[in-house]
């Protein structure tokens, strides 16, 4: 049978106290600074033996519902998650679609929002301005490539 941290620490500590003479005080203090340490090894140990799982809480599928977005690493519910909050777990935005399966254009936010924000965009004229945008930009591609590959 194994024995437990207490029984351990208490004879570390009583080895101690055989060498060097101590006071209750001391001999308590010390028990529980040898409990606590053996405690912090055994859960390092622990962690470093089993393999972290990388299982999210729930299906990724259904973590993006009409008014909250479930974070797949924590469990935490919110509106949008934040790249600080994607930081807390290690990941960007893109790590954490491209781990979970979303599209790199999913919106990491609840229905909710995401269609109040693509409503408001379409009142200012946003997709109209965004084609255009883009328009200019192909013929101005268009007319530089024309003109650097030519040689003098």
């Known amino acids: 049978m194994e024995k437990t941290l207490v029984e351990i620490a208490a004879g570390i500590v009583k080895s101690q106290a055989m060498v060097n003479p101590m006071s209750t005080e001391e001999v308590v203090d010390s028990l529980g600074k040898v409990f606590n340490t053996l405690k912090s090894l055994r859960d390092a ?14 299906d990724p599928k259904k973590s993006i519902k009409r008014n909250v977005i479930v974070c ?57 301005n965004l084609r255009k945008a883009i328009e200019a930009r192909k ?5 530089g490539s024309g ?6």
């Open 139 to 143: 013929q101005k591609g268009a007319k």
């Open 72 to 128: 797949l690493e924590c469990g935490q519910e919110f509106k949008m998650i934040s790249p600080k909050h994607l930081e807390s777990h290690g990941l960007t935005a893109k790590e954490y679609r491209k781990k979970y399966g979303f599209s790199a254009r999913q919106p990491l936010c609840a229905k909710s929002l995401s269609e109040r924000r693509s409503k408001s965009g379409k009142e200012r004229g946003l997709p109209e």
């Open 147 to 152: 003109t650097a590959s030519g040689k003098g």
């Open 45 to 58: 140990e622990v962690s470093v033996d089993e393999p972290k799982e990388d299982k999210p809480v729930m």
